[in-house]
């Protein structure tokens, strides 16, 4: 087996009428992620970081924000294509490590919830996974409260023969 790794990122707006939705958790607050799906950062960031991993594509070519059938999806439909990826593969996932990066709400007592989700989606026990959170200290969009962000990192392994020729 050979060991490769991917890393993701995504950010979205926040404004007002739009339900939250972070790891595939829905959150209670004042203004949702703007976006075609429910702009859930944190799994478009950790699609991006398993495609990257299997040498694929990103997330806005298996599924393009002018294609009505994504509109207003959840993105666990997402995260479980990103899936099937890694299995038609062949390969293993290791871990998973994700930051997200909010101003607001707290994103902390959501962490378990979210694990639930991810590794519910991707079969992964929850010592393969890990989200943490962190603020931007105030600066910048993100420290303004106008977006949230995530990164992911993942690692898995795959068959000699496959994607390591
Ligand atoms: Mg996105």
Redesign the pocket.
Known sequence: MKTRVGIGY?V?RLIEGRPLVLGGVRIEHSKGLD?HSD?D?VL?ALCDALFGALGESD?GQFFPNTDPRWKGAPSTVFLEEAARHVSMHQAVLVNVDITIIAEEPKVNPHVADMKACLGQCLQLHSKQLSIKATTNERIGFIGRGEGIAAMAVVSLEVPDTNLCE
């Open positions: 995504d979205h976006g702009a950062v478009h997330i």
